[in-house]
């Protein structure tokens, strides 16, 4: 597995209280602090919701180091970062002699996309849930420690809660035995493999845990447990800096013509590769360039779009690729360069060709001489034209087309090619 440089510290809620407490206040965690928070609250012995809580608890952390969230690599094709969650809990009763519990971790909603994903070879988030996890009892009269197996964790996806089996038999006749749960998650290494980033806090301000311990089966309700005990919270409103990235959609620059030979833009994410794309997400490719620092592009030497063409810009990373970015071609008004032609004299019967200074304006083509009009062919994305030299009656040979473009107001000025029967 990927390790983070140094150990990083999230900080798990310790919602572990006996019984519902009327105008119970809300903890809440600083990750940029050191020491711990108790969330102990004064409570009295219930069952609720089929739920037997046996602690009251504290969570405590050390200094974090993960306060920009987890950590990306330079060409952020691999994120680092070990979530830790620590939980100490005393019982509030005498427990059957040789009874076990369960632990149960209650994970923000942010996180659920990425824990219910499946690898190509069947891992899973719990698949990252590294085996120095362990569950603690130091004053319990048999064995004290349990390092969790995969086989002691589960998930339950409907309340999106990991459900640790604690397998120590406890005995304490009296009650007030510490009970202490320390699970390390290789969160970064998770999302590297599982491909899901961690999104934004929801509520744009923390990510919210809850965790309790109990003696049976049935799963916590957590509606019940949660507002009336001590939450806990991370204050970020950003852990994966890879969502914010993969999210980034590159702007364009306005307004582009349909003279303009480079586009610019910008909104893209350092070091992405922006490609532009016409018509539509899955159109021809018009051009590509790398993002700056800033985020800013230029894409250059591009072939002169229609008016009417709608741009597609995308954004790729080893994070994927992420769109779209849109503009419209509109028309540039001002008078259009005179028609570049492949050759000033040509053979009678063969064609003029040549290209357009600003794609869907028209080519007019008139006989210098006598003032016939001859057709002009349009190729699909008006940008060049053809002209069939066999219109030319042979009698008026040699002779000279006068070739220009206008936009419907301005008209360029002329290219004259000369057309002449071959001896």
Same mark, same amino acid.
């Not at 094709?77 to 830790?84: A, D, K, V």
């Not at 304006?361 to 030299?389: C, H, L, P, R, W």
């Given at each position: 597995?990927?390790?983070?440089?140094?150990?990083?510290?999230?900080?798990?809620?310790?919602?572990?209280?006996?019984? #519902?407490?009327?105008?119970?206040?809300?903890?809440?965690?600083?990750?940029?602090?050191?020491?711990?928070?108790?969330?102990?609250?004064?409570?009295?012995?219930?069952?609720?919701? +089929?739920?037997?809580?046996?602690?009251? $608890?504290?969570?405590?952390?050390?200094?974090?180091? #993960?306060?920009? =969230?987890?950590?990306?690599?330079?060409?952020?094709?691999?994120?680092?970062?070990?979530? *830790?969650?620590?939980?100490? =809990?005393?019982?509030?009763?005498?427990?059957?002699?040789?009874?076990?519990?369960?632990?149960?971790?209650?994970?923000?909603? %942010?996180?659920?996309?990425?824990?219910?994903?499946?690898?190509?070879? +069947?891992?899973?988030?719990?698949?990252?849930?590294?085996?120095?996890?362990?569950?603690?009892?130091?004053?319990?009269? =048999? %064995?004290?420690?349990?390092?969790?197996?995969?086989?002691?964790?589960?998930?339950?996806?409907?309340?999106?809660?990991?459900?640790?089996?604690?397998?120590?038999?406890?005995?304490?006749?009296?009650?007030?035995?510490?009970?202490?749960?320390?699970?390390?998650?290789?969160?970064? *290494?998770?999302?590297?493999?599982? =491909?899901?980033?961690?999104?934004?806090?929801? &509520?744009?301000?923390?990510?919210?845990?809850?965790?309790?311990?109990?003696?049976?089966?049935?799963?916590?309700?957590?509606?019940?447990?949660?507002?009336?005990?001590?939450?806990?919270?991370?204050?970020?409103?950003?852990?994966?800096? $890879?969502?914010?990235?993969?999210?980034?959609?590159?702007?364009?620059?306005?307004?582009?013509?349909?003279?303009?030979?480079?586009?610019? $833009?910008?909104?893209?994410?350092?070091?992405?590769?922006?490609?532009?794309?016409?018509?539509?997400?899955?159109?021809?490719?018009?051009?590509?360039?790398?993002?700056?620092?800033?985020?800013? @592009?230029?894409?250059?030497?591009?072939?002169?779009?229609?008016?009417?063409?709608?741009?597609?810009? %995308? *954004?790729?990373?080893?994070?994927?690729?992420?769109? @779209? +970015?849109?503009?419209?071609?509109?028309? &540039?008004?001002?008078?259009?360069?005179?028609?570049?032609?492949? &050759?000033?004299?040509?053979?009678?019967?063969? *064609?003029?060709?040549?290209?357009?200074?600003?794609?869907?304006?028209?080519?007019?083509?008139?006989?210098?001489?006598?003032? &016939?009009? /001859?057709?002009? %062919?349009?190729?699909?994305?008006?940008?060049?034209?053809?002209?069939?030299?066999?219109?030319?009656?042979?009698?008026?040979?040699?002779?000279?087309?006068?070739?220009?473009?206008?936009?419907?107001?301005?008209?360029?000025?002329?290219?004259?090619?000369?057309? /002449?029967?071959?001896?």
């Amino acid at each position: 597995m990927i390790k983070s440089s140094k150990l990083v510290n999230l900080v798990l809620v310790s919602s572990t209280v006996l019984g #519902m407490v009327a105008n119970a206040s809300m903890a809440s965690v600083n990750a940029a602090s050191n020491g711990s928070t108790d969330v102990t609250q004064t409570s009295k012995i219930a069952n609720r919701g +089929g739920i037997n809580v046996i602690t009251k $608890g504290a969570t405590t952390f050390e200094g974090s180091n #993960m306060l920009e =969230g987890v950590k990306l690599s330079n060409d952020f094709s691999l994120t680092s970062g070990t979530l *830790q969650i620590n939980y100490t =809990g005393t019982t509030q009763y005498s427990l059957t002699i040789g009874e076990k519990t369960k632990t149960f971790v209650s994970m923000p909603e %942010e996180f659920k996309p990425l824990m219910q994903k499946t690898t190509a070879d +069947g891992k899973t988030f719990l698949d990252y849930i590294e085996d120095s996890s362990y569950f603690y009892a130091p004053n319990n009269l =048999g %064995e004290k420690k349990h390092t969790y197996q995969r086989s002691d964790i589960s998930y339950d996806s409907a309340t999106n809660t990991l459900i640790f089996q604690n397998q120590v038999s406890l005995n304490n006749l009296l009650g007030g035995e510490t009970l202490e749960a320390h699970i390390f998650v290789d969160l970064g *290494q998770a999302i590297t493999d599982l =491909g899901e980033r961690i999104p934004d806090a929801y &509520n744009h301000s923390n990510y919210k845990f809850q965790s309790t311990v109990v003696t049976d089966d049935s799963l916590p309700d957590w509606n019940i447990i949660g507002d009336a005990e001590a939450d806990g919270f991370i204050n970020w409103d950003k852990l994966d800096k $890879g969502w914010t990235i993969v999210n980034q959609i590159p702007t364009i620059s306005e307004p582009v013509t349909d003279t303009d030979t480079e586009i610019i $833009g910008g909104n893209a994410p350092a070091g992405s590769t922006v490609t532009i794309r016409a018509n539509s997400e899955n159109g021809p490719v018009v051009g590509t360039a790398i993002a700056g620092a800033n985020g800013t @592009y230029i894409i250059k030497n591009i072939t002169k779009q229609k008016a009417g063409t709608v741009l597609y810009a %995308e *954004q790729t990373t080893a994070l994927g690729t992420k769109g @779209y +970015g849109k503009a419209t071609v509109v028309h &540039n008004n001002s008078k259009p360069a005179a028609p570049v032609v492949d &050759n000033k004299k040509v053979v009678w019967g063969n *064609q003029i060709s040549g290209k357009i200074d600003i794609p869907g304006d028209t080519i007019q083509a008139i006989n210098g001489m006598n003032g &016939n009009v /001859y057709k002009v %062919e349009i190729s699909a994305d008006g940008t060049s034209f053809t002209i069939d030299t066999s219109q030319v009656d042979k009698s008026d040979l040699p002779t000279n087309i006068e070739i220009t473009e206008t936009n419907g107001e301005l008209v360029s000025d002329k290219t004259t090619v000369l057309v /002449y029967q071959n001896a």
